[in-house]
């Protein structure tokens, strides 16, 4: 009985299951632009600075609303110093994720 399973296995054939794919070759060009980057500073008393001034929570609204509009979103670099409240922080955050804005996130 032994012999016979073996038999079989030997027999047969060894099923094979790929795909043949055309994968591009070489690597894809860079960007033809530099990305846009916003820098917004959060201080511990929770003002919030973006590009170095002074904005308020619905100045910054419609600056997101303005960002997600875009067909090529800037990116929007959040740096919070140590002291910063996190419920400043996650506001932030929360706001731009409400209006649309994708291209965001911390920084040192």
Known sequence: MLVLLV???ITIPVQLH????????????????EPVV??????????IYMDGVVIDQNALEAAF????????????????????PYRTVAMVM??????GV???GLVE
């Open 7 to 9: 038999m079989l296995i």
């Open 18 to 33: 790929s795909i043949d794919t055309d994968n591009p070759v070489g690597n894809p060009p860079p960007p033809l632009t």
């Open 38 to 47: 916003h820098r917004l500073d959060i201080d511990e008393a929770g003002a």
């Open 65 to 84: 609303i303005g960002y997600a509009k875009q067909a090529n979103q800037p990116e929007v670099h959040i740096k919070p110093r140590k002291a910063t």
């Open 94 to 99: 929360a706001l731009a994720q409400r209006t």
């Open 102 to 104: 994708t291209k965001f």
